[in-house]
C-alpha cells in the first residue's frame, strides 16, 4: 500500500545517535521504498517555543537539513522544507485549536515534563505545541508519522483533532488521522552513562551521547567510558535482565548492523566489554563519520542549504495552502 509519510525534526542543537537510530535512518528507510510519498521537516516553529537565540536558531535550521541530506535523506525524492516558510502551518494551527480541547492537552507527557516544576512561566506555545504538530500531519493528509515512542501522545491527539473536525464539519475522511510508525526494535537508545534514562541532547554530560558531528576520537572515547557492568556479555536475552547498559549497547550495535539482537548476543556471548565496545565504537565510527564529514562539507555551502529549503517549502505551500483553503471553506470562513 502506498503510504504518505510526514515527520519533523526539531532544530535545537546537536542531533545525535539517538535522533538518527530512533528516527532519521527510518526516514531513509522509508524514503527509499518507492511506493511512498515523504515530506520531512525542519519544524523551527516548535522550536521557538522554549528561548532561542537567533544566531543559533538559524545555524540549527542549516545544521539539521545538513543532517537530513547527509544521513541519506534525498531532496529530489523526498520533500524537505523549514516550517516556518510555510504559513499555513501556522493559519492551521489557530484553525485546529478552536477544535481541540482543553482537557486533551491537560494531559501531555512532554508538556509536563517540559514545563518543569514553574508551570504558570511556561510559554503559550509550548502548552499548544501539539495543535502545531497536528497540523503539520494534517495538512498533507498524512497517512503515517515515523517518531520515537515519545511522540505517541502527541500523534493520538492529532487523530483525535481530525475525527473531531470531520464530525463537527460533517466531512467524513477529510482529515485524515495518521498512523504512528514506532518502529518495534531500538526505539528508545539510552544515555551512555545511565541506562534508564533516554539519549538526550539536553543532557549536561557531553559523554551520554554521541553526536553526528563527533569525531573518531570523540567516539572512541565516549564508547571506552560508557557504563558497563562487571558482568561478561551475555549468552541469551533472558540474562539481560536489569542489565540496561549492557542492553542498550547491544541494541545500537544491533541496530546499526541491522540485525537483531539475538544476531549480535551470538556474535558477542561470553566476551569481555572491552573487546565488545571496540567492535561496537568502530562500528559507530564506520556508519556516523561519513555523515559527520558530509554535514561539515554542507555547511560550507550556506548558499545550496537554503536553496534546498526554499525549493522544498514551495513544494511544500502547494499542497498545505490548497488543504487550509478547503478548510476554510468547510467551517464557513
Ligand atoms: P527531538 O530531538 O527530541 O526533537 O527528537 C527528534 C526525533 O528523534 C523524534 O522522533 C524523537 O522521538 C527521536 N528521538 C530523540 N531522542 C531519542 C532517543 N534517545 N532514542 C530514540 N529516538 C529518539
Ligand atoms: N514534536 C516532534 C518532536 O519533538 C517534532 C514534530 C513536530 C513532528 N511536528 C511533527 C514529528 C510532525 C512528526 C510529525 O520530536
Not at 510555510?86 to 482543553?102: F, K, P, Q, T
Not at 545511565?194 to 553526528?212: H, V, Y
Not at 542492553?247 to 551470538?266: A, H, M, R, V
Amino acid at each position: 500500500m502506498s503510504k504518505k509519510i510526514f515527520s519533523g525534526v526539531q532544530p535545537t542543537g546537536n542531533l545525535h545517535l539517538g535522533n538518527y537510530i530512533g528516527a532519521i535512518k527510518n526516514f531513509v528507510n522509508l524514503q527509499n521504498d518507492k511506493n511512498n510519498f515523504c515530506i520531512y521537516c525542519v519544524v523551527d516553529l516548535h522550536a521557538i517555543t522554549v528561548k532561542q537565540n537567533p544566531e543559533e536558531l538559524k545555524k540549527n535550521i542549516r545544521e539539521t537539513t545538513a543532517a537530513f541530506i547527509a544521513s541519506g535523506l534525498d531532496y529530489k525524492k523526498s520533500i524537505i522544507f523549514n516550517q516556518s516558510l510555510v504559513s499555513a502551518h501556522s493559519e492551521g494551527s489557530w484553525i485546529l485549536s478552536c477544535i481541540a480541547r482543553m482537557g486533551w492537552l491537560n494531559r501531555m507527557t512532554q508538556f509536563k515534563e517540559k514545563a518543569g516544576k514553574d508551570k504558570e512561566k511556561a510559554s503559550v506555545g509550548l502548552y499548544i505545541y501539539p495543535i502545531l504538530m497536528a497540523a503539520d500531519i494534517l495538512l498533507y493528509d498524512a497517512t503515517h508519522v515515523p517518531v520515537g515512542e515519545d511522540q505517541k501522545q502527541h500523534l493520538e491527539l492529532s487523530r483525535d483533532i481530525a475525527n473531531k473536525f470531520n464530525l463537527d464539519f460533517n466531512s467524513k475522511n477529510f482529515l485524515i488521522a495518521p498512523e504512528p510508525l514506532i518502529q518495534k526494535n531500538f526505539a528508545r537508545i539510552m544515555s551512555l552513562k545511565d541506562g534508564n534514562k533516554k539519549m538526550s541532547k539536553s543532557d549536561p554530560s557531553e559523554l551520554s551521547r554521541i553526536n553526528l558531528s563527533d569525531t573518531k576520537d570523540e567516539i572512541f572515547n565516549k564508547i571506552k567510558k560508557a557504563k558497563t557492568d562487571t558482568q561478561p556479555l551475555p549468552e541469551n536475552v533472558n540474562q539481560l535482565a536489569d542489565r540496561s547498559e549492557a542492553e542498550n549497547l547491544l541494541g545500537i550495535y544491533s541496530s546499526l548492523s541491522d540485525q537483531s539482537l539475538i544476531q549480535t548476543i551470538n556474535e558477542f556471548s561470553g566476551k569481555n566489554f572491552s573487546y565488545f565496545k571496540e567492535k561496537l565504537a568502530n562500528l559507530v565510527v564506520d556508519k556516523i563519520s561519513p555523515i559527520s564529514s558530509e554535514i561539515n562539507k554542507l555547511l560550507k555551502d550556506n548558499k545550496f542549504i537554503d536553496d534546498v529549503l526554499n525549493e522544498g517549502a514551495q513544494k511544500a505551500n502547494e499542497i498545505a495552502s490548497k488543504k487550509v483553503k478547503n478548510i476554510k471553506k468547510i467551517i464557513g470562513l
